[in-house]
């Protein structure tokens, strides 16, 4: 199974690129975003609750995403693989993605980071609230408050899939398909069979 973990901070291009990426790949897009959206559209308590904390731009708490994940993994059985896209945002939940996806005898690829500097950020997001709706994107103080959270509760995330060898970072300033190339190019990279012994395997394309 192919398990890409899309990461950066609010408006780094995490949801434009799932959405080419899924198409690519032929993978499940799990938004926790979009999950947590949908929840407030049907107007659920889940939904009510998270509606305060995301309208301040602040962190959902972990066990209700969490949650969300867990269910989903159960309702995708026969899925080719995930794109986990804005999730995990905290260790603990990384952690818990870690041991769901044991449970289904599969474990992440690779992290994928979309490096966006903080005023970029802000002129996207303003933009997309311009047409969204999301009154998470409509103010600027509210955008400002996300790139803080993701800097202090969010980017440590990245450590954690340092630590398992798994991080690549990338240029996410610049045109959108080719921004979807250099990810494609990581990707594939993870998809390559592992030569146990290169000797044997170069022998073996000679013959
Ligand atoms: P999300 O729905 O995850 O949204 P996001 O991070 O704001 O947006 P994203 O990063 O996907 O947007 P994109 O760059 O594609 O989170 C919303 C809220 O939900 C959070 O603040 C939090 O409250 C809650 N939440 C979600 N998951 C959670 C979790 N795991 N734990 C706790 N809370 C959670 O797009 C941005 C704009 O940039 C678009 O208009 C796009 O067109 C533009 N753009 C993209 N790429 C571009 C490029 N290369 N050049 C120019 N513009 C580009």
């Known amino acids: 199974m192919l398990n890409i973990v899309l990461f950066g901070p609010p408006g780094a291009g995490k949801g434009t690129q799932s959405q080419k990426l899924i198409a690519h790949y032929k993978l499940v897009h799990l938004s926790t975003g979009d999950l947590l959206r949908a929840q407030i559209t049907q107007g659920t308590e889940l939904g009510l609750r998270a509606k305060k ?8 708490p972990d066990e209700v995403v969490i949650g969300m994940i867990d269910s989903a993994l159960q309702d995708n059985k026969q899925a080719a693989g995930f794109i986990f896209d804005g999730f995990p945002r905290t260790v603990p939940q990384a952690e818990s993605l870690d041991r769901l996806l044991a449970q289904h005898e599969t474990r992440v690829s690779c992290m994928i980071a979309l490096e966006v500097g903080e005023e970029e950020l802000v002129k996207r997001l303003l933009e997309r609230g311009k047409t969204s709706n999301r009154p998470d994107d409509q103010d600027e103080s509210k955008i400002r408050r996300r790139v803080n ?8 995330v990245a450590g954690y899939y340092a630590n398992q060898h798994k991080f690549h970072a990338l240029n996410g300033i610049g045109q959108i398909d080719g921004i979807f190339t250099q990810i494609c190019g990581l990707i594939d990279q993870h998809q390559q069979p592992v030569v146990e012994d290169p ?3 170069a022998a073996e394309v000679k013959a």
């Open 53 to 60: 904390l995301m309208d301040e731009g602040l962190l959902v």
């Open 149 to 156: 959270v993701y800097n202090t509760e969010t980017a440590q």
């Open 199 to 201: 000797a044997k395997a």
